[in-house]
């Protein structure tokens, strides 16, 4: 019950947050991230991150990264488990 109750606080300050953030975020954050960029970014977590992981950590962050900012260069992203579960089948 008590587990139930902090997710339900956990979602609803997410939509606060969400409602916060402009409708246009990817336009904003492209003048804060540039595609030159990009190499240095996967690069460096190639090289840094990916070896401390395992494959599930990998798999995860190579998920967010590719829904953020590879896809619009929008540094942030909302992900649940059950979108997850839906997307992957």
């Not at 409602?19 to 904003?28: G, I, L, N, R, Y």
Request: glycine share 4%; aromatic share 10%.
């Amino acid at each position: 019950m008590a587990n139930s109750k902090s997710f339900d606080r956990i979602r609803q300050l997410l939509d606060e947050i969400e409602k916060q953030t402009p409708s246009d975020s990817s336009a904003v954050a492209v003048e804060e991230f540039s595609a030159m960029e990009l190499p240095l970014v996967i690069q460096e977590i190639v090289d840094d991150l990916q070896p401390l992981l395992t494959p599930y950590e990998g798999a995860f962050y190579w998920y967010a990264f590719r829904h953020s900012i590879a896809r619009n260069g929008n540094p942030y992203v909302r992900l649940s488990g059950r979108a997850q579960q839906a997307r992957s089948g």
